[in-house]
């Protein structure tokens, strides 16, 4: 019940977010761009100012579906911000920009996310039974009471932990860089700043309440699987 609970807890935190996220993004898409560059241009400018000529630029289906892809390198963009001339649009492409100079630049952060990938996968799997098991399979739950099997969560939830917090870093890292080339290659006006920024450190903020999230259920299991010894 208790990680029924802090999963519901931060799913209606995430959903708040989530919605905070794409009002902004709706906002600032009506605000165009004093450069008029496309998303899709802004994201080539951004590539070849850093040198970059090996990253593909997509335009991919959905909204806020935007992403770089290290395995083939692409820079994924929703058509909204592919297509989009806008504050907003801008500030996504440069931000996923951010993730291809990190990976041209080697940046460790961003190496140690991607490698982590494979046993994440496992791990999430692993961690989606427990969640299942402990909303619609309660009577049994009695099962990982069991300190081997307690071992085996506390492990795949180290993990996935590990990984959204190792996320954090790269992604502000990203922001970061993606905002400072906004202004320096004279992108937006001055004025457009701030409007780029708060888009972005909402972005980021999901990012953060993930690794709350994963954080506070490795402290349970890991109470949890504590608390098994003194019976």
């Not at 990938?117 to 999430?124: A, D, G, L, R, Y």
């Not at 506070?216 to 608390?227: H, P």
């Amino acid at each position: 019940m208790m990680l029924f609970v802090i999963g519901i807890f931060f799913m209606v935190v995430s959903l708040i977010v989530g919605w905070s996220l794409k009002s902004a993004f709706e906002k600032y898409s009506r605000y165009p761009l004093s450069s008029g560059l496309s998303g899709r241009e802004i994201a080539e400018k951004m590539l070849h100012d850093n040198g970059i000529y090996d990253v593909r630029v997509m335009s991919v289906p959905g909204r806020l579906t935007d992403h770089y892809n290290p395995a083939n390198k692409t820079v994924n963009l929703s058509p909204e911000v592919y297509g989009g001339r806008s504050i907003s649009a801008a500030a996504v492409a440069a931000h996923e920009c951010g993730h291809a100079v990190q990976h041209a630049t080697a940046y460790r952060w961003l190496g140690f996310r991607s490698a982590m990938v494979p046993i994440v996968n496992i791990s999430s799997s692993i961690m989606n039974f427990v969640f299942l098991a402990s909303m619609f399979l309660g009577f049994a739950f009695h099962l990982f009471d069991s300190r081997v099997i307690l071992a085996i969560i506390v492990v795949a939830q180290g993990i996935i932990t590990l990984f959204s917090l190792v996320t954090l870093p790269v992604e502000f890292d990203a922001t970061r860089r993606g905002l400072a080339w906004i202004e320096t290659a004279g992108v937006a006006a001055p004025a457009e700043m701030p409007k780029a920024r708060h888009a972005l450190r909402l972005a980021a903020t999901t990012y953060v309440v993930n690794a709350l999230y994963a954080l506070t259920t490795l402290i349970y299991f890991i109470l949890r699987f504590l608390g098994s010894d003194r019976r």
